[in-house]
């Protein structure tokens, strides 16, 4: 089972970035996905998931209406689409997996699969 994240890069405030999460070993249909992010100093904070299946999506407050997190099925594969980004999106973006659908999916400790990270730096 593995994740491959990627998508991550420099961007300047107001612009857009596309995360991946390209899934090996599972299904991204009928697994629960997600994104975190981490900074120096901090711990991970939930940023958006999607429960497998139904599709139900859930995200942080802070990316409500710039963020938007999909599912291709046919690739496998879990997106993050953020627009808008601003100063403090700035972090190491991971994807989780989780084969079930959690109360807490808004909690770390819920997710037992996850990949490696990808950089995101936004400056002003």
């Known amino acids: 089972v593995q994740l491959q994240a990627s998508g991550g890069g420099p961007v300047l405030a107001g612009g857009s970035l596309r995360l991946s999460c390209a899934a090996s070993?599972?299904?991204?249909?009928?697994?629960?996905m997600g994104w975190f992010r981490q900074t120096p100093g901090k711990d991970r904070e939930f940023v958006a998931a999607?429960?497998?299946?139904?599709?139900?999506?859930k995200y942080a407050d802070s990316v409500k209406g710039r963020f938007t997190i999909s599912r291709d099925n046919a690739k496998n594969t879990v997106y993050l689409q953020m627009n808008s980004l601003k100063p403090e999106d700035t972090g190491v973006y991971y994807c989780?997996?989780?084969?079930?659908?959690?109360?807490?999916?808004?909690?770390?400790?819920?997710?037992?699969?996850w990949g490696q990270g990808t950089l995101v730096t936004v400056s002003s």
């Open positions: 989780v997996a989780d084969q079930s659908w959690n109360i807490r999916y808004d909690s770390p400790a819920e997710y037992p699969i």
């Open positions: 070993g599972l299904s991204a249909r009928t697994y629960s």
């Open positions: 999607i429960r497998g299946s139904i599709s139900t999506l």
